[in-house]
Every structure is written in C-alpha cells, then in structure tokens.
C-alpha cells in the first residue's frame, strides 16, 4: 500500500513537472528571413512608365503591392536595385525609392542606364560632400 502510494505521488510529481515546462507562454522563434537582390527596372513607353521585376511587367500601382509582399519574404537588409532607362525623367526617380522605403527595406540604389553607350552610373542621395583641391598635385 506504501508503494502504491509513493508509486501515484512519483506519478503525480512528474505528471505536474511536465505541465509546468508547458504551461507559460510558447516561444516561437523569428524565422530568419532570407536577404534578397531586388531589381526594379523602370522605362518609359507611350509616354507612361512601366516597371518590371525580371520579366514581370507592373504598373506603378501594381508593383507597390509587389514590393510589400516580396518584404514579407525579404530581410530589411536586402538589396533593392532601380535601374532607370535614359529615357526616363528626371522627377521619375523618387517614386520607386519612396515605395522600397515605406514597405520597410533600408537598402536602395538607384542607376541611370544610357542604352546609346551602355554606360551605367549610380546616383547617391544624402548630404552634400565638401572637397577640397588641397590633395591634387601641382
């Protein structure tokens, strides 16, 4: 009958110490999220912009929901690329930028591609940078 007893209290002590492993609040792990290259080009035909991802053509509202959702997929650090043909204006460039940045990416560079040359420049925005002539030789 002791043993009995002991036996149902053994029991009971591990019965109630796995319960209280499970009872608090479950942790769930932040699933890494992978960092992607994003490349948005941008062209203007018919005198209104197209976008494209790869070979996805978007119009400017379509590709804001595109971007959102490849943000669910993609680490804030990723790399978001806009590549503006040279028949672009000028004024066209914040648009992509403004929706890369408000669906949560830190990373956006922006070039400018002349398809007369093939030539590819990058465009940086921030403060201006002072130089000097003080380092050119004489």
Not at 90 to 118: C, H
Request: charge should be positive; aromatic fraction near 8%; include cysteine.
């Amino acid at each position: 009958m002791i043993r009995t007893k002991s036996l149902v209290a053994s029991a009971f002590l591990l019965l109630l110490a796995c319960n209280s492993i499970h009872a608090g609040p479950k942790r769930t792990s932040a699933k890494a999220l992978a960092k992607n290259q994003i490349v948005v080009s941008a062209r203007r035909v018919n005198g209104s912009v197209e976008y494209a991802i790869g070979k996805f053509r978007y119009s400017k509202g379509d590709l804001r929901e595109c971007i959102g959702e490849m943000r669910l997929s993609s680490s804030i650090d990723s790399d978001v690329v806009m590549v503006l043909e040279d028949t672009m204006a000028l004024s066209d460039i914040k648009e992509v930028p403004q929706m890369v940045l408000s669906a949560g990416f830190k990373n956006v560079r922006v070039f400018v591609y002349w398809k007369g040359t093939g030539n590819m420049a990058e465009l940086f925005f921030g403060p201006v940078v002072k130089h000097s002539l003080d380092h050119l030789p004489e």
